[in-house]
């Protein structure tokens, strides 16, 4: 394996630097029909579950099929991608927010070609490479984080609770018989990099145990102020210990009452990892939306505290996530929106119809603002 | 034959949902074999190591990375985030494997030659996996070692004419909906906007002189598709001021169900059978602010009480359409729970017009007041968000130079702690107690 | 002649809401006149005093009441707030002027003998000036001075078998709507209930042995009449747990805007006309859980969805009756915005039976848990929603032996900062670093 | 003026007391009607602004004639309502629980001369003694408080502001032409004694300046860490402070830019006073509630920030009341709060139809809490 130079001199690494040029001009990636229509789209109609037309002013349409895919993904499959892309769009492909492709063609006919071709494509495994889908009142891809592939303070795995919900979750990615769209996302730590905090259900990676203290090492490892003030309880303390072999070292104590496993910590301190076993697991969130539409935005709740790793199927964690599906599909109303489907039926129902335990775990005692969650009100459900 | 055994993880080759073992064990083949003879820059088992680290942590319900190192290219703040494993003995592969985030172009459309040209760089100099995308929306490149970091970089910038990413305390990648491009909602340009914006701040997407991150999302629309809302320090959403647009004949096209007028524009087509649709209940009934009538046939919108929630046209695309005088909302101060609890954005600015001519001026003078303020009083590792509700909605409005309105909160303040300052208060805060005492004695 | 001009408050005799002003003239030429030769025991000018300090407030606009001193009777800690005025020497009728707080009767019904010994009684040894009532419902005696207080209690309790109410850090004066008294929608008896507690807790509410001070108040439903889900520390709200009773003869007379039927029981016969009573719009419509259906001419109610809101039956009391499984709904911890802002009461126990011939006894041992950890760790000025707030909702329902159930939250928690206790996490915290070091290297 | 005792000892305080008998058992108290048919009551019609009857199972009715007052009151008023009560209703006679005086009598005959004789009671300056009103969706009386009558740290007047007040609204005193009840409350202070902070209006004495030092005398009269930790925003510190005389006190200084004028230091310490001709006025707040009827029992919000005191009628004050009722009158629904109007609305346009002016100080800054009150969504009227 020889080192093969690009012609950068780290001794003048000044020398033919470029820098600061930003990205690609999106114009230069514009597939013609969408540079030609820009800004001059007259409306657009879902076909099929995962099948878009975008009719133009001009009368221009085009045609979208977007198919699902793990956003983990080696050049292997963007090079099948592009295969795919040139064969049938004139070389052009996009990616959407939630890691979706979508393939586009300018004129109807090439659209069942297209389509064949990419449902026809599997793994070796048995699983889809592009399932077309994700449109409309169902269920689309799963927006996610690193996990264990390549983060260090995740409570779980991204990629795999990722597959393993999908995989329960695939006939309304491939279906819109929803009340409406229902948003699933995935964060493996409370960073929350995939921004769960405003989804329909949200599963988050969780911690459970204070963190450990590698005294030894801390002091050299970490500054002991950054770690103190990490803490959004303030549960760290500078500390002298005395070590096994006698020796007194700086480094800090944790008053594990007040600890809510944030990790935090350990983001400014590898001498705290918090990774455990048996401590670490899933909470589930529910009721989150992003849109404006009807109802404002909102935040996602904890409706289930705690879910062990199972790995590597997390059965528990998707069997809830089924009942929830199931029981909103079966009692919301056309439009709505899951967290507006159970402030309708009221979260004491959600519960009851979603078959999930209420625990104290789940009456917010964070900060004062908690207790504008606490029933100020003498209307509720039995 | 696979370097590791993985009887965890192909589990997961099953079910139909694309499976990322598969990919992965694909690649490790293909790599293994290197048909088209590469000069692999990475250890040649750098997807079986992955795949063989990933096993473990399958295993103990753990993850086996350790802190990244702080490692990067000259100059640059970010872009690189650094990564080693716990057991580099054991996989040698992945003993350093950092990535490098690409920003990405504006709403994620890629000619091929580029991808293609971009697959061969990672090849031959990481380790061929990636993320397609990061959350934040840069193009993910998943592992290399620190070596090759410049001369991906060099490659990157030379021959491809495309730069790094954000990471650390600077602006992160700023990242759009497709907008206009292909979105008849759109209110205003989001790929040209993200794009200027992008290189206006380089210098403060590659050299930190923030106290944290700072993150733009630009939505075309209310419906918010790349979540600004929910995730960005400042969140761009197209609006408009004027009327919604009827077309009368298209509406009763919906009310009769004609066929080619269905309902959310076909957006429930699915297994499920909702019956014909019923414009009174699915869409009067619905606005949230009941600001709508059909009476004769006609359909009349009080725009006046409209807030452009997006709800009706979403679900008769062909009969509503959004006004022409668009332009968008700033809100500000999203973020993730860490530490004060998450944030949604705030609205700042209700309407501002989007005006590529003067360099969209009216833009870039508030996002440069809220950093300057921001630079100036926010602590280290402190969000806008934070620093809004430390120092108050008031003091963004000042430094911003924007006035209070009604718009700005979702109801008034339900306690009445209200601070004054002096020069509003006649007589100012220094009295004299005697001569109070004159009046009231002790 | 008035001893002190008072052209600012003469002001408000005028207009025709009652004018205190004018009943104080009136109780002022009365008190100088003693046409019944009364030996006062306060200054024969209290009231012109009173007007006239009254008068300089408003030319200053400030009050000149300096802070009371610790007056009282022997032995309770409250029943007494001292008051000097701060220009005794202008003002000498008023240089002391002590309200007592005498304990209301349930429902506050009076009979004309009680009320008039009492204005004896007050004339005698007061200012002859109340309050019908003051905010926590007792019967204030406003303005006396020291002296007189132990003869006025002994008066009190000699002759009118009346004792005081409370103030300072002790039980308040319970306080309730009028209940099954005079209500058809009282889902127990508040009056009996109020008086049951109030000599039950006799020692609480004299002697202080609380952080600060606490409020009972009780309303026969959720129509709060005595506002006790505002305004006090536990709030005792009727409530049912079986159907609404439905009348359908009755149902259909509102329908057919039958006059003896008038929609809200005439609430709405005011000069302004609503036009026809509208089942579907005002009932069905308005129901806030959408849980009624009226069909064939007959009401349907879907009890288990009905969150008991009473809008139904306030429209149409003829034809529906609250359940007759009732009982209480006990929120706790409101209070007034100092210091950490307002707080409403929040459900703690959503059912409880109201049984009298057990003493009350599911509700006296919540009252009990409560007050016993309130008095164990409150600290000195801290109200029960504080001390909540502090120690988390968790807390009270552990001292209260109560279950956590979706009830008690309006939703759950937003953020995941959910606190474990060592017990319930399987391992606990103790771990040893050094063995996970063997599969985690530095 | 000579003491008469009652046979009280000073000396010996437990000879012959008294104590913990409570109040007066209530059953003396319900008129016959009452006693007779209490728990079973079938229902009720309001006749006419004032005016009820309650319709007993038995077929007994009782009859009730709600009348207003000012709650400060005379015992010479007080006699002449025992007067009324002996005349027309045996004897008995009750409080509401927002201090109006109800007549009840148990047969329908009776009524009109009761209204008559009610009626046509006045005060010397013209004003009713004995206004018949304040029932269903009209304005009853005000809760208020004690103001400039009784209390050391008002920055308003109570009894003023109030006949102030009720004399503009007197019509829909008399009236029931709202879409729902309007309640109005008073407190002067920010102790809120009238706990207004749930009142569909509610008028606020208000302070502006932070508190005076009587440092000289500050040691003397209070204990200064009782003072320092009133304060809810850590405002006041211990000080020793030089007076002009050159001595050196134990005092406390406060920092004026933290200070909120809560009065609570004052509370805890009167050499440390607020009150200030111009600094002192009225803060209106609006939309709270306090039923669970169909809404949620809810807060007031601040509507307007300040408004000087305007002795004796504040025209200003009285004002604003008044456009916020006629406003509300016009635009709101049948049985539609208030609040849950402005909530329908928007806050925006409350402001707008109203004719008051959105100032800074209106926008939430008090704890962490103050963000959920800002307008997190894109949803919004120009
Ligand atoms: C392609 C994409 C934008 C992009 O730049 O990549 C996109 C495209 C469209 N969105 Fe979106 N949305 C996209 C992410 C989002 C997101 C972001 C997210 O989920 O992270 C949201 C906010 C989700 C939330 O509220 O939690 C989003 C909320 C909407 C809504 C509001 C729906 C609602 O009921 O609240 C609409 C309106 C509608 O569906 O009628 C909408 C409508 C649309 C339309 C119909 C716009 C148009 O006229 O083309 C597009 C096709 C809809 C469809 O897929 O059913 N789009 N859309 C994104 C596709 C993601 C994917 O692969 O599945
Ligand atoms: C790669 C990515 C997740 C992904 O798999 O997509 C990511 C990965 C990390 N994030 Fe993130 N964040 C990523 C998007 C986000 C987002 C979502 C977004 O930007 O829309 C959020 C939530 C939104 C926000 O900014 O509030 C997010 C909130 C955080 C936080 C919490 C920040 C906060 O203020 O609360 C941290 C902690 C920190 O900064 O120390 C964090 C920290 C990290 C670090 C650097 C871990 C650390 O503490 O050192 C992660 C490195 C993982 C790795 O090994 O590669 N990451 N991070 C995302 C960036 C990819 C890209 O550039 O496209
Ligand atoms: C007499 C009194 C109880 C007492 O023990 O003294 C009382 C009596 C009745 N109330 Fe009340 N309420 C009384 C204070 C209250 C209060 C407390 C307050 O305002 O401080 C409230 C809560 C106010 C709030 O939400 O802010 C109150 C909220 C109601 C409601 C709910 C109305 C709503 O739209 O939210 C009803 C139902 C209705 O009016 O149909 C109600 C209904 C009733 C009924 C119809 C009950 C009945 O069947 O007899 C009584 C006559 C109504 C009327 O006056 O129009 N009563 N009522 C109180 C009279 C006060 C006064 O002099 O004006
Ligand atoms: C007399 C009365 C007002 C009235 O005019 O009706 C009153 C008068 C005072 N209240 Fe009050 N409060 C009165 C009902 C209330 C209420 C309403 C209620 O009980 O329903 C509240 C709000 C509810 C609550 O308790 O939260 C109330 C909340 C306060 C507070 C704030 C307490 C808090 O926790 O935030 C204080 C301050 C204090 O305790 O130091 C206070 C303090 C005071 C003091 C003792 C002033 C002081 O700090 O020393 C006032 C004496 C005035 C005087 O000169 O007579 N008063 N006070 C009310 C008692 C009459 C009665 O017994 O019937
Ligand atoms: S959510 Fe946490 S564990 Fe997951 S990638 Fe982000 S920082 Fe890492
Ligand atoms: S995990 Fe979070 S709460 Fe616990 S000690 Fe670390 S920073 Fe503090
Ligand atoms: S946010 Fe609006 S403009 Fe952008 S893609 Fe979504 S619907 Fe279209
Ligand atoms: S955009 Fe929303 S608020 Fe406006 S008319 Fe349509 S549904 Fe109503
Ligand atoms: S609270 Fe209920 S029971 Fe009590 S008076 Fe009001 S309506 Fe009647
Ligand atoms: S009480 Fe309220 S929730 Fe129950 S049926 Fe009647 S209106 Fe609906
Ligand atoms: S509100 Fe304030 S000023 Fe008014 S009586 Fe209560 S404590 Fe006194
Ligand atoms: S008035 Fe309130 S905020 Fe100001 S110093 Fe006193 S206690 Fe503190």
Tied chains: 1, 4.
Excluded at chain 2, 93 to 106: I, L, S
Aim: contains cysteine; hydrophobic residues 35%; negative net charge.
């Amino acid at each position: 394996m020889a080192f093969i130079s690009t012609g950068y001199n780290p001794e003048k690494p000044m020398e033919n630097r470029i820098t600061d040029i930003g990205p690609r001009d999106y114009n230069e990636f514009y597939p013609p029909v969408i540079a030609k229509n820009k800004g001059k789209w007259s409306h657009h109609e879902i076909l099929a579950p995962g099948v878009l037309v975008h009719v133009a002013d001009s009368g221009d349409e085009v045609y979208t099929v977007r198919v699902g895919g793990a956003r983990l993904m080696s050049t292997s499959l963007i090079n099948e991608i592009c295969d795919i892309a040139d064969k049938h769009c004139d070389g052009y492909v996009r990616f959407t927010t939630r890691n979706n492709v979508e393939f586009m063609v300018d004129a109807k006919d090439k659209l069942e070609p297209l389509k064949n071709d990419l449902a026809s494509r599997k793994f070796a495994g048995g699983s889809f490479k592009f399932p077309i889908g994700g449109t409309g009142a169902g269920i689309t891809n799963i927006i996610h984080t690193q996990g264990w592939i390549h983060c260090h303070t995740p409570a779980t795995d991204a990629s795999g609770t990722v597959k393993a919900a999908m995989d329960v979750l695939f006939s309304d990615f491939q279906d819109m018989r929803l009340p409406a769209q229902l948003r699933v996302s995935m964060a493996c730590c409370l960073n929350m990099c995939g921004a769960v905090h405003c989804s329909d259900i949200a599963i988050l990676g969780y911690h459970r145990k204070p963190p450990m203290l590698d005294h030894e090492y801390l002091d050299k490892v970490c500054e002991i102020p950054l770690a103190v003030s990490a803490c959004p309880t303030a549960a760290i303390k500078p500390a002298k210990i005395k070590l096994d072999n006698g020796k007194e070292v700086k480094s800090v104590d944790v008053k594990n009452e007040r600890c809510m496993y944030c990790g935090n910590c350990y983001t400014m301190c590898p001498s705290m990892p918090l990774a455990d076993t048996e401590g670490d697991g899933i909470v589930l969130m529910a009721g989150g939306k992003v849109s404006n539409r009807i109802s404002d935005p909102k935040f996602s709740k904890v409706v289930v505290a705690f879910l062990p790793n199972e790995m590597p199927r997390w059965p528990s964690m998707t069997d809830a996530i089924q009942r929830m599906v199931e029981a909103y599909a079966k009692g919301a109303n056309k439009y709505e929106r899951l967290g507006d489907w159970a402030e309708r039926i009221g979260w004491e129902k959600f519960f009851e119809v979603c078959e999930l335990d209420f625990t104290h775990h789940l009456i917010d005692d964070f900060r004062q603002q908690a207790y504008m969650s606490w029933r100020q009100s003498a209307q509720f459900k039995f | 034959m696979a370097k590791h055994e993985t009887p965890l993880l192909d589990q997961l080759e099953t079910g139909p949902w694309p499976s990322f073992v598969s990919d992965l064990k694909f690649q490790a083949e293909k790599r293994a074999k290197n048909e088209e003879g590469i000069e692999f820059q990475m250890p040649v088992d750098v997807v079986e190591d992955l795949l063989g680290i990933l096993e473990l942590s399958f295993k103990h319900g753990r993850t086996h990375w350790k802190h990244g190192g702080i490692v990067g290219v000259f100059g640059y703040g970010g872009g690189v985030i650094g990564r080693y494993c716990d057991q580099p003995k054991n996989f040698p592969g992945v003993e350093a494997f950092h990535t490098m985030r690409v920003n990405q172009p504006a709403g994620k459309y890629y000619k091929t030659d580029y991808l293609k040209t971009l697959c061969d760089l990672w090849d031959f100099r990481g380790s061929g996996i990636t993320n397609m995308h990061g959350s934040t929306g840069d193009i993910i490149l998943l592992g290399t070692t620190t070596k090759q970091l410049e001369e991906i970089f060099w490659t990157l910038t030379h021959d491809m004419n495309q730069d790094l990413g954000g990471s650390g305390s600077n602006l992160r990648t700023p990242s759009d909906c497709l907008g206009q491009s292909r979105c008849e909602y759109a209110c205003y340009d989001t790929n040209a906007l993200v794009y200027f914006l992008t290189n206006e701040y380089q210098d403060e997407l590659h050299r930190p002189a923030f106290p944290y991150k700072f993150k733009f999302k630009l939505d075309g629309c209310p419906n918010c598709c790349v979540a600004s809302i929910a995730r960005s320090d400042m969140s761009f959403i197209g609006t408009w001021k004027d009327d919604i647009r009827i077309d009368q004949d298209a509406v009763n096209k919906y009310v009769e169900n004609d066929p080619a007028y269905p309902a959310n524009a076909g957006a429930y087509k699915g297994s499920k059978d909702w019956g014909p649709f019923d414009l009174e209940k699915e869409v009067l009934g619905l606005c949230p602010t009941k600001c709508m009538k059909f009476e004769n046939k006609k359909m009349f919108i009080d725009n006046a009480n409209c807030t452009r929630c997006m709800h009706c046209i979403n679900v008769m695309p062909r009969a509503l359409k959004i006004g022409k005088e668009t332009g968008l909302s700033i809100l500000v101060g999203a973020k993730a729970p860490i530490l004060d609890g998450a944030q949604m954005g705030s609205l700042l600015v209700p309407f501002l017009p989007v005006n590529p001519d003067n360099d969209y001026e009216e833009i870039t003078e508030v996002i440069e007041n809220i950093w300057d303020w921001w630079m100036e009083e926010g602590k280290n590792r402190e969000r806008l968000g934070e620093l809004i509700m430390r120092q108050g909605f008031q003091k963004l409005l000042e430094v911003t130079g924007i006035d209070p309105m009604p718009q700005h909160v979702s109801y008034p303040r339900t306690n009445p702690y209200i601070f004054w300052k002096e020069d509003e208060v006649p007589g100012g805060w220094e009295r004299d107690v005697d001569e109070y005492r004159k009046h009231h004695q002790r």
